[in-house]
Each structure stands twice: as structure tokens, then as C-alpha cells.
């Protein structure tokens, strides 16, 4: 089926660590984004890609790097992992910068020990 | 401070009953969407509405945008069990760089049998 798969859909990471989360979609969508949600505070946005070779920042940018390795794929960088990074992480995409129509992938639940 | 403030946070109503949701905001949106999500897996588009004091229907499903357009209500006629999920306001906030998401932090919406 068409869509955004995003893998693993787990992962334990210990304080430290680095790890990349990736995202790939196809449905030739021009924009990507990367969310994380947490208990309480909906979700936020972290960065986004609004064509490919551009990405900028989100709301909570913080210890995250992100490469939008071509118009398929977005991948999300967590270079030395804290446990405040513990969340579950949400790719999505849409086929424009006007920001509608976003499909999300099932996300990535990530505990930082 | 969420810009995008949701009531009721939380809702359990009984099978057959009526209940609305409210997405408020002093920003003014492009458009606003509505999103349903299930554990374990990503939001899902359920409506955009764009125009200010525009309706649209999804079944038993009401969606309203605000003369205003910093403001949203979403109803439910009826309520049945698999209505049940967590239901997701957000806004689209425009810039030079592309626009994006803001959401807000959901309603749970529990209907029981």
C-alpha cells in the first residue's frame, strides 16, 4: 500500500547513543516533516523538509539533525541520545508546501534508558 | 503555551449521545484540519476546511471553521463505539520557507457500548 514507512517501529537506546530514525514515502510528495508526541503536548514539530535539498527547523529542533537524502527519504539523527528524547516520533509528507493533505507514517516508539 | 488550545482534553460518553470538540486559537490559520488516531499508529486526515465559517460533513461527523478562522469545532451525532480514538486539530501556519502543521494536544474521545 501506498504511504510513509517509517523503521524500526521500536527502539531502547541508552543515554549516549546515537541512532537514525528513517522515513521513506511514496507517494512522490514534494514536503516532509518529522513530529514527536508526547503525553499531554500533542505533536511537535521537530523539522521539515519543504522540497527536496531544503529542510529548517520546527518547533523543537534541539539535539536532532535531519538529511533529506532525496524526494523519497527523510532521515531523523539523534547523535547522543537523552532520556528527554524519549518519545514517539512521527514522519509525515504532503504534495506541497501549502502544508495540506499530510499522510503519516505509524511511528517510531523510542525509550532512552 | 499551546497555540492551538483543544477541549475537552478528555471525554467518555455512553453509545447514542452527542458531543462536540473545540479547537480555539488567537491565530489566524490558512486552513485547519482534523485528524483521528489510534494507539499505536499515526494520525489520520479527516477533514480540511480552508474557507472561513465553512462546513463540511463526514457521515455522522460535523467539522466548522470560524467566520474568523482562528477556530474550529468538530461534532459527533451518535456516538458509536469505534468513534472512539484520540481526535487532533491543527493548523497550518504559512512562511517563506513552506508551510506547516501546528497541532493541538487532542481529545480523547472514549464511547462506551
Known amino acids: 500500500n501506498a504511504g510513509v514507512t517509517q523503521t524500526p517501529k521500536f527502539q531502547v537506546l541508552k543515554t549516549g547513543q546515537s541512532m537514525t530514525l528513517q522515513c521513506a514515502q511514496d507517494m512522490n510528495h514534494n514536503s516532509m516533516y518529522w513530529y514527536r508526541q508526547d503525553p499531554g503536548m500533542g505533536l511537535r514539530l521537530i523539522y521539515y523538509?519543504?522540497?527536496?535539498?531544503?529542510?529548517d527547523k520546527g518547533e523543537v529542533p534541539n539535539g536532532y539533525n535531519v538529511s533529506r537524502l532525496n524526494k523519497r527519504e527523510f532521515s531523523l539523527r539523534l547523535e547522543s541520545a537523552a532520556p528527554s528524547q524519549t518519545s514517539v516520533y512521527f514522519c509525515a509528507s504532503s504534495p506541497d508546501r501549502r502544508g495540506r493533505g499530510y499522510t503519516f507514517g505509524s511511528g517510531t516508539r523510542l525509550t532512552v534508558v | 503555551t499551546q497555540l492551538l488550545e483543544q477541549s475537552p482534553q478528555f471525554l467518555s460518553i455512553q453509545e447514542g449521545e452527542n458531543l462536540t470538540v473545540y479547537c480555539n486559537s488567537s491565530?489566524?490559520?490558512?486552513?485547519l484540519q482534523w485528524y483521528r488516531q489510534e494507539p499505536g499508529e499515526g494520525p489520520v486526515l479527516l477533514v480540511t476546511v480552508v474557507t472561513g465559517g465553512e462546513v463540511k460533513k463526514l457521515k455522522r461527523l460535523t467539522f466548522q471553521f470560524g467566520d474568523a478562522r482562528k477556530d474550529s469545532s468538530l461534532h459527533i451525532t451518535a456516538a458509536q463505539p469505534g468513534d472512539t480514538g484520540l481526535y487532533l486539530c491543527?493548523?497550518?501556519?504559512?512562511?517563506?520557507?513552506?508551510?506547516?502543521?501546528?497541532f493541538g494536544e487532542g481529545t480523547q474521545l472514549t464511547v462506551n457500548p
Open positions: 491543527a493548523g497550518v501556519l504559512g512562511s517563506t520557507s513552506g508551510s506547516r502543521l501546528t
Open positions: 523538509s519543504a522540497s527536496e535539498g531544503t529542510t
Open positions: 491565530s489566524v490559520f490558512s486552513s
